[in-house]
């Protein structure tokens, strides 16, 4: 009898938990699918997307769900390799029946799904840069980075300002990186910048002077190096070993601590385009981002103990930009996608979204900033 009385009580206080935090009792939760890039080269970027995923579902969770559907995130990890996404997302939409996938750290994984998610039917949310990834337009597709076109449009600005007519590209041989060096192609002409050397690597590898020394003996007044972490931390190291002056220019797939981490003094100096969360705080308070900023990094310091950064942010844009959608759209992937296509004016981590049928990258110039290494941090650039 006691051991009767003690379950029934178990179970009124979960009736009492759920109504409290406003999740109806019988609602069916909203499945969300996610494929990150949690180990592998990658890590530092997967890593910051899935920690913000689970602190976000059980906030959201918190908050009542959903219209009262709690939502469940399943997470997956593709170790940083875009066969192993493929194998995850089919797995995600098969087995997992999720509504949607948010989520591909890279280029080249987000990429390698596009064909299940399309063929499923399922909008997709990628948290990659790669121009690619939404040109040609796709329906089921979205982002949340900032695009390399954006990003390679903010560096020429800076060439212009600093007078600087000729670089050297030094890229990563994968997706991201030829999609920089591609968008440098084409925007440099019209700027009025000549690209004097262009030198690959490959994500591995562990050593770039032959890359730095041909750059320099190609008459390069500036370095601008497109690829993600470890590799561009050690480019860094290396130019400082060859003493070359000239300025360094990294993409935004460095914005994050792991960079200034591995670079360690070298980094000095260094220039980047980036959005706006690491100078949260500097903006002004009428700057629509400027509370959600600091809201995000102040949670994700409590939670982790440790800085958010523009990786965790794709994850945070891309989840609230989904729920957002969910509460019009309902659990239908055909009205999801309309939805999620509808969002105007969304002020996130990454920028201010607007999609629409001619555009699911969503943000303009306006999303993206300069920022300049000093003293071991990033920091506002001013000339």
Not at 45 to 50: A, H, W
Not at 75 to 95: C, F, G, M, R, W
Not at 154 to 164: M, N, Q, S, T, V
Not at 204 to 219: C, H, I, P, R, Y
Request: hydrophobic share 45%; proline share 5%.
């Amino acid at each position: 009898m006691r051991r009767h009385v003690l379950l029934f009580f178990v179970f009124v206080s979960s009736l009492a938990f759920v109504a409290a935090i406003g999740i109806t009792a019988g609602k069916e939760p909203y499945v969300i699918g996610s494929f990150l890039s949690v180990s592998g080269s990658q890590a530092p970027l997967g890593t910051p997307e899935r920690d913000t995923l689970v602190m976000l579902e059980e906030k959201i969770n918190r908050a009542g769900g959903v219209d009262g559907h709690p939502i469940r995130i399943v997470i997956e990890d593709d170790a940083s390799e875009p066969t192993n996404a493929v194998k995850v997302a089919k797995k995600l939409i098969e087995q997992d029946r999720v509504l949607a996938i948010i989520g591909g750290s890279t280029t080249g994984t987000s990429l390698a799904v596009i064909p299940l998610a399309v063929q499923a039917k399922r909008p997709f949310i990628s948290f990659a840069a790669g121009t690619g990834i939404t040109s040609p337009d796709n329906p089921w597709v979205f982002r949340t980075a900032q695009t390399d076109v954006i990003m390679i449009g903010k560096i020429l600005e800076y060439l212009r300002a600093a007078k600087i007519t000729k670089v050297a590209m030094i890229y990563d041989s994968n997706a991201f990186g030829t999609g920089g060096r591609d968008q440098l192609r084409r925007q440099a002409p019209k700027a009025g910048v000549t690209v004097v050397a262009e030198e690959s690597f490959n994500t591995k590898d562990s050593d770039l002077t032959v890359q730095l020394v041909k750059a320099k003996n190609a008459g390069a007044q500036a370095i601008i190096c497109w690829g993600t972490n470890p590799t561009p931390a050690i480019l860094t190291r290396n130019r400082q070993q060859l003493g070359y002056a000239i300025p360094l220019i990294q993409s935004h797939g460095v914005a994050n601590q792991t960079y200034l981490e591995l670079s360690g003094e070298a980094a000095e100096g260094v220039i980047l385009p980036a959005g706006k969360i690491f100078v949260a705080e500097s903006l002004p308070a009428d700057d629509p981002q400027r509370e959600v900023l600091l809201e995000y990094a102040s949670s994700f310091r409590a939670r982790f103990g440790r800085e958010a950064d523009t990786f965790g942010g794709h994850a945070w844009d891309g989840l609230y930009i989904l729920c957002a959608a969910l509460k019009k759209s309902g659990p239908d992937p055909v009205k999801l996608r309309a939805a999620i296509e509808a969002t105007k004016g969304f002020a996130g981590i990454g920028g201010v979204f607007t999609y629409s049928p001619a555009d699911h990258d969503g943000l303009t110039t306006e999303a993206v900033v300069l920022l300049q290494v000093k003293g071991g941090e990033f920091k506002l650039f001013r000339r």
